[in-house]
T-cell receptor, first 115, second 112 residues
């Protein structure tokens, strides 16, 4: 399967703990995006990478959130001191330089539950 | 970014054609219209994109009138597996990158 993969698929954590999610984009895609989706809502943009450079961050991305893409391949999203409001599905997407920026390929997501 | 309005939900039966209309009165000259499909517990999937008139692919057709203030996603002969949320998005096709702005989408329920 050469699609976008995310790990873990589910994560349950206690409030105040740190969590880290991983995203592996489609191998030839140089653009990588993180979104967050809560129940009944569409995905909300969090941040964007072009290769290893983080070029855009939403104001939704508080200072407890940090994302990296160290070698321009996989990416990690870390949430420090988790809060119950962080419970959501975290989606990763990737796209290729040569295609439409609005044609993104999404992974299956990581569902985070903060208790 | 142009705001979009689409029905919250629609019901259909297997084998019928389904048309989901999206309003985008403030669409800009350079904006494209893109539709995504999302199944429960999965990420959204790109369905189709267009600028004007009609676009057709193996999954759906997209009809865009001349004023471009609305668009209609047409799904021919739906099956139970087409039950999903459908999102209409409007924005630049190639701005170097694109931060997709999703609304709440249209929940399509297909019944036997």
């Amino acid at each position: 399967d050469t699609g976008v993969s995310q790990d873990p698929r589910h994560k349950i954590t206690k409030r105040g703990q740190n969590v880290t999610f991983r995203c592996d984009p489609i191998s030839e895609h140089n653009r990588l995006y993180w979104y967050r989706q809560t129940l009944g809502q569409g995905p909300e943009f969090l941040t964007y990478f072009q290769n290893e450079a983080q070029l855009e961050k939403s104001r939704l991305l508080s200072d407890r959130f940090s994302a990296e893409r160290p070698k321009g391949s996989f990416s990690t999203l870390e949430i420090q001191r988790t809060e119950q409001g962080d419970s959501a599905m975290y989606l990763c997407a990737s796209s290729s330089w040569g295609t439409s920026g609005s044609e993104q390929y999404f992974g299956p997501g990581t569902r985070l539950t903060v208790t | 970014l142009a705001k979009t309005t689409q029905p919250i939900s629609m019901d259909s039966y297997e084998g019928q054609e389904v048309n989901i209309t999206c309003s985008h009165n403030n669409i800009a000259t350079n904006d494209y219209i893109t539709w995504y499909q999302q199944f429960p517990s999965q990420g959204p999937r790109f369905i189709i994109q267009g600028y004007k008139t009609k676009v057709t692919n193996e999954v759906a057709s997209l009809f865009i009138p001349a004023d471009r203030k609305s668009s209609t996603l047409s799904l021919p002969r739906v099956s139970l597996s087409d039950t999903a949320v459908y999102y209409c998005l409007v924005g630049l096709r190639d701005s170097g990158y694109s931060t997709l702005t999703f609304g709440k989408g249209t929940m399509l329920l297909v019944s036997p």
